[in-house]
């Protein structure tokens, strides 16, 4: 049967074979089609091993090819029919350029230098003694270039000895033999270059921790020898003899200069000091800062031995300032014919002082509401001389129906916000000094105060202020704290419409679960807790494909509270309002591994529980877990997804506006990232998780059979989805967007709940309810 698309082919393919870009070609030219290898290894090599070489070396390959479809060079068919425009920038010229490509040529001078990579190569790798040739096969004006590649077993190291150079330089040979226990060259592995390359650059990090500024990788120097019989390399890491003494001697800090507003220092001029301590000098003429931050952000001192991890730190602790735009630092040697002493410089250009920033969005949700959002933000950078942040932001959004099919259950909402932000670049605590040349990075002290109202029209209006003070600090490049000993939140609500609650909690469908929401909605209630998370980034290796992320936090509140209440009878109060007592306990594992230079392989287990005990029957529904959404599983939309295998109805949602929200949530997610080229990234990936109650609270409200309570059943509840994604990179922002689907609902029958094989992507009605599309920016994860 002949069918519309066997005529194009056909067609297109005639087409094809009457064009030709031949005759385009410059006398005694062909046009390169690409190149093949051939292995031919050593009886002793695995076929597997052999084909993992090959395909290192494939991509090494240069040039590459023209594009080609069906096996012609179409572009480059272009490129001659188009010609050479008169103006580059033309049209003409324009479409030629983003169109065609010129031709690659075939040469026996590429195959010949491929060939000598190709044999660098493996001997790089450490497969001595392999070889490779190549040559060229033209036929119609095309060539192409075979490679046949002599492979040989490859060397492992048998010992690994670090060479210490003589007794004049005693304090550098000690340091080196220091450094030499964690090498990366261990026995056993094979012998790579990289792996050599990067254990010099290990060496030179650590011995610039121990005061030796100028060394470099380039005076190490690591001996291979080969001169055994069993495919065995013994390595010998030494000095190269012409090393600089430069490089050998420790260096000491004498002077540390801070100019402040980017000015030059002049060596033969005494500065104009504003501050001076401990061999810090700051000058800053129009005296914009106090020099206590300076003092506390570097770690340097007079006398102390220079180290590149007090050096990296100092210059982090000042772009964190967030006052500066640029940063620049130098060392000099002080000048004397023995000198070991270095003066350091840091210049800085401020930023601007005051700014103002004013963001306006717009959103669409499932239940027929259109909403946007005004958002004004004032940033003070130097409040009080001291680099302290005064951030004032204020919000104003409404979500509102739009369109003559208007739903009478659906409220419009109306919310207006405004929250003051104070932080500090060091403790505020009494009796407590910052230890620069200790810490990692400078403490931080946050005071934060906000105020919201919500108001859903005809129904209630919610009014929310909030008190926070935090800390935040870290020890080491590695670990993260922040602790919030006092966090102060006090909901009220007003102006309730009783009789219009009434109205749609009495409907015959709404379910029980709303009548205790309806009634917390009706509670004033107060939340005073304290809060502490940790987020632990362990180091990688060097060369490691393996990175991880550790995130874990606690959130407690009503104990102090409980301590200040007065008169408790069935329900506690402070200050004539009920006080919230609850636990949540949350925890993120982030895995992240390197398959090759385009592809990575991304995952992610998240899991947390609050406990609600004492004053409260419930978790505050601003502190529990919802669901869904673009950065959870994506295939459910956001808060449509549990409490375990409970559904959420349109009554549900058009009371609530968000739906579904659970006291324990557990999730997984893994996605494959294959980068196509500079500004696209593909990804596949599947999620699976849900939320679930902690507790019935009461047969009238939660009844059994509706499974929102996690039980040792919880994983016939879990919900599973997938899909493909694209990721537009640009330099200022990632935007992802997702297309997923559900593979198992868990509120369906328990042996229905995987729905593979009610896919009809053919279907409007399936499409629209079981494709959801996100689009959000950054990853998930």
Known sequence: MITRFNIIFVLLAVWLSSCSVSRYLPPNESIYTGAEVKMVADSTIASKVSKTVKEEIEPIIRPKPNTVLLGFPYKVWLYYVLGEPKKEKSFRGWFRKRFGEPPVFASRRAVTTNSAIIGNYLNNEGYFRSSATGELTESKRKSKATYTVYLKPRYTINSVQFI?????????????????????????????????????????????????????????????????????????????????????????????????????????????????????????????????????????????????????????????????????????????????????????????????????????????????????????????????????????????????????????????????????????????????????????????????????????????????????????????????????????????????????????????????????????????????????????????????????????????????AKGRDEVGMVFGIPYEQYARFDFEMRYYREVSKTMKWASRVLAGVGIPYGNSLSMPQFKQYFGGGTNGIRAFRARTLGPGSYQPDSVTASIFGNASFGDIRLEASTELRLRFSQYFEGAMFVDAGNIWMYRNYDDSFYLPEDNAVFTNQFYKQVAVGGGLGLRIVTPFVLLRLDLATPFRKPWLPENERWVFNQFDFGNKSWRKENLVFNIAVGYSF
Not at 217 to 244: G, S
């Open 164 to 564: 210490k150079p003589d007794s004049n330089i005693s304090v550098f040979s000690k340091r080196l033999g220091d450094v030499a226990p964690k090498t990366l060259l261990k026995v056993g592995n094979p012998y790579r270059l990289s792996v050599i390359e990067e254990e010099r650059n290990r060496v030179e990090r650590e011995l610039k921790k121990q005061g030796f500024y100028y060394f470099r990788p380039d005076y190490l120097i690591v001996k291979a020898d080969t001169n055994l019989n069993n495919h065995k390399v013994n390595l010998y890491v030494e000095l190269k003899p012409n090393t600089t003494q430069l490089a050998l001697k420790t260096y000491f800090i004498q002077n540390i200069y801070v100019i402040s507003d980017n000015g030059s220092l002049k060596k033969d001029t005494v500065p104009s000091l504003v501050g001076r301590r401990s061999g810090v000098r700051i000058v800053d003429p129009s005296q914009s800062y106090k020099p206590r931050i300076f003092f506390d952000a570097i770690g340097f001192r007079r006398g102390a031995m220079y180290s590149s991890e007090v050096h990296d730190v100092s210059l982090s602790r000042l772009i964190n300032l967030k006052n500066f735009k640029f940063v620049k630092n130098q060392f000099e040697l002080v000048p004397r014919s023995d000198s070991a002493f270095l003066d350091v410089y840091y210049y800085l250009t401020p930023l601007k002082k005051k700014t103002l920033r004013a963001e306006i969005s717009a959103v669409t949700k499932s239940n027929n509401l259109t909403g946007t959002q005004f958002n004004l933000t004032w940033l003070n950078r130097n409040l009080f001389r001291g680099a302290e942040q005064l951030r004032l932001n204020a919000t104003a959004g409404l979500d509102v129906q739009l369109g003559g099919n208007r739903n009478a259950n659906v409220r419009d909402f109306y919310r207006t916000s405004f929250e003051a932000e104070l932080s500090f670049p060091r403790f505020v605590l009494p009796f407590y000094r910052v230890r620069p040349e200790k810490s990692q990075g400078l403490p931080k002290t946050t005071l934060t105060t906000g105020f919201e109202r919500l108001t859903q029209q005809g129904l209630y209006t919610q009014t929310s202020i909030k008190f926070n003070w935090g800390y935040s600090w870290r020890k080491s490049t590695e670990f993260e704290h922040t602790l919030l000993p006092i966090a102060l939140n006090i909901v009220q609500p007003t102006n309730i419409n009783g009789e219009a609650f009434l109205n749609l909690i009495t409907d015959p469908f709404a379910k029980p679960q709303d009548l205790l929401r309806y009634f917390r909605i009706l509670e004033n209630r107060l939340i005073l807790g304290a809060q502490y998370n940790v987020t632990y980034t362990p180091t990688p290796r060097p060369l490691s494909k393996n990175n991880f992320v550790f995130t874990g936090g606690i959130d407690i509140a009503g104990n102090v509270a409980g301590l200040l």
